[in-house]
């Protein structure tokens, strides 16, 4: 007796496996079909065509760079209020952007170089990166027409253009010389006067301007019709003088004791004041400036929106550049002050002591007061002893120097 539904099984299984070795044979055939029309078509094209399969400059490396370009500038620009960014309409030979709005440039280039450093360091060093091979490490350049441009391989694979901006940023494509030296005027926004008469120094100052003083939103709009650079003037926390009261740093003053949360409202209070701000000194400080808490929670509140932080040095044991540097900001430290003696000719031998700083150094900061006396020796020391060789820089010269050279490049 014939077993039917065992025999019907049977078949039933064997036109399964039939069906399933011609779809195989198919696919095989239709992939190697398909694999020798592409090698055909490559080697067709000749060594000049774009080599999608051996070249990792070819087209589809080239898309992947400019998306991830493009999503480290839109990470930066979150980071830098009041920057806007669009599409450029007509973009010319690489994808362009334009940065519309009030905020520092410099900022936005500072915070997306940041970003890119922790691209960099986030892949592990035996990674295989198409987009971060050796050589081939994202530069951010500024041109002459004061543009910037991120390139792999000095190929620019995005622009970003500043309009209004050209001229003080067009600067920052040229490097420093031998020996340059800022010069930074603190306690400003008081006087307009004042600043008024500091901007028409045949050499460049920085206005440190405290951001609730009166004539403060005056004096920074003074300083950009001049090309002039801002950092906000940050009151901190003193310390107690022996025998003497307590300093009084301001209603607004950075302390020790405060929380993240209460750092970033003084910050934020500060740098909505003066948008156009680059970064920041301290005033007065002392205290605030020898705790490395304090300065370590400050500096974590400042990652990724491109502020310098210059340390005034108030006194000798202070860690808030260290802080700064240690998590991936751009700091420097205060070389000489200017008018600690308010008379002329000492004020000229400070300007003195500081170029030869930077003769020796290559770069150094100096600060003074809008002082009258400190305003007539700025006057009259381009032509004082020592001050041939070194060049007076505007502090956004120095800040990319060394943004640039902090990693050995």
Request: charged share 25%.
């Amino acid at each position: 007796m014939l077993d039917m539904g065992s025999s019907a099984g049977t078949r039933r299984t064997a036109g399964r496996r039939t069906t399933a070795w011609r779809l195989l044979l198919f696919g095989v055939f239709w992939f190697a079909l398909s694999l020798g029309i592409g090698l055909w078509s490559l080697e067709r094209e000749g060594p000049g065509a774009p080599r999608l399969l051996r070249d990792q400059g070819g087209l589809h490396l080239q898309a992947l760079r400019h998306r991830a370009f493009l999503a480290v500038l839109e990470r930066a620009a979150e980071g830098v209020p009041h920057a806007r960014l669009r599409e450029a309409p007509r973009p010319g030979d690489v994808p362009e952007y334009v940065m519309e709005g009030i905020s520092a440039p410099l900022r936005l280039a500072l915070s997306m170089q940041e970003r890119v450093a922790l691209w960099r360091r986030s892949l592990h060093p035996q990674a295989e990166s198409p987009l971060l091979q050796p050589g081939g490490e994202p530069r951010l350049i500024w041109r002459d027409d004061g543009s910037l441009e991120a390139c792999i391989n000095e190929q620019p694979v995005l622009r970003i253009r500043f309009p209004g901006h050209e001229a003080r940023l067009g600067a920052l494509a040229r490097p420093l010389g031998p020996a340059s030296l800022v010069i930074v005027i603190d306690d400003m926004g008081q006087r307009l006067d004042t600043a008024e008469e500091l901007s028409a120094l045949p050499f460049p100052v920085t206005f440190a301007v405290w951001p609730h003083a009166r004539r403060a939103e005056e004096v920074e709009r003074l300083a950009q019709e001049r090309g002039i650079d801002v950092i906000a003037h940050l009151p901190m926390q003193p310390l107690r003088r022996e025998r003497g009261k307590q300093p009084d740093a301001g209603p607004h003053a950075l302390k020790e004791s405060m929380s993240a949360g209460e750092m970033r409202a003084v910050l934020d209070a500060a740098f909505t004041r003066l948008p156009t701000a680059i970064g920041f000194n301290n005033h007065m400080g002392s205290r605030f400036t020898g705790s490395r808490n304090g300065c370590r929670l400050l500096c974590s509140q400042l990652r990724g929106q491109g502020l310098f932080v210059l340390d005034s040095m108030t006194q000798n044991h202070s860690v808030l550049c260290k802080e700064a540097l240690q998590q991936g900001l751009v700091g420097a430290e205060r070389s000489v002050f200017l008018d600690n003696d308010r008379k002329i000719p000492s004020i000229l031998s400070a300007l003195d002591r500081a170029a030869a700083k930077a003769q020796r150094q290559g770069v150094a900061i100096a600060i003074g007061h809008p002082y009258p006396e400190t305003v007539q020796a700025l006057r009259q020391w381009p032509v004082a002893a020592g001050r041939e060789g070194v060049a007076v820089v505007s502090l956004r010269r120095l800040v990319w120097h060394l943004a640039v050279h902090r990693d050995g490049r």
